[in-house]
């Protein structure tokens, strides 16, 4: 009886869209263009990392993280960057899997389809079996989870240098 109880609240549990109250204090526009670039640095990241040989981690190997404010005789090479980035990749690629999971079905959809995959968003509302219209909220809920989940969310009233603002506006503009 008790387990009949928890398999019918089983879709209760289940991951939801945010609202509207919870979305309404993000630019989602600024936001939408973070997550772009977010997605872009790890495309590029994939490509260096896409079939490479292995490659030894040595003892003059140094993490990218360590500070570099002080000179040193082991300096950083471009063995070190690839390493660094292929770190990187690899980490990124665990967490975005991670932050997938926390998505609804439709925003994975949104996901793998528009942001990931670059296509069109009436491909992502056709798969989805919504109208354009109704995929707004979807789509500011999967963008919002995902900034929010790599701290790259910017709330309303939050401003770009302005080096960053020309790009967004450059964004916008395409």
Request: net charge negative.
């Amino acid at each position: 009886m008790n387990q009949d109880l928890l398999n019918c609240n089983e879709e209760f549990l289940e991951n939801e869209l945010l609202s509207k109250r919870d979305l309404q204090d993000y630019d989602l526009e600024r936001t939408f263009y973070m997550v772009c670039k977010f997605i872009k640095r790890y495309k590029r990241l994939k490509c260096k990392s896409f079939n490479e040989p292995q490659i030894k981690v040595t003892t003059r190997y140094k993490f990218i993280f360590v500070d570099e404010s002080f000179a040193s005789p082991n300096r950083y090479t471009q063995l070190d960057k690839f390493i660094d980035d292929k770190t990187e990749y690899y980490k990124l690629s665990k967490q975005i899997t991670l932050v997938t999971d926390l998505l609804t079905e439709e925003e994975k959809v949104y996901f793998t389809i528009s942001l990931y995959n670059g296509r069109a968003e009436s491909t992502a509302f056709k798969e989805i079996g919504c109208s354009n219209k109704g995929l707004i909220p979807i789509k500011n809920s999967c963008i919002v989870k995902f900034a929010c989940a790599f701290d790259i969310e910017v709330y309303k009233g939050d401003t770009f240098s302005d080096e960053d603002e020309l790009k967004f506006q450059e964004f916008m503009s395409l």
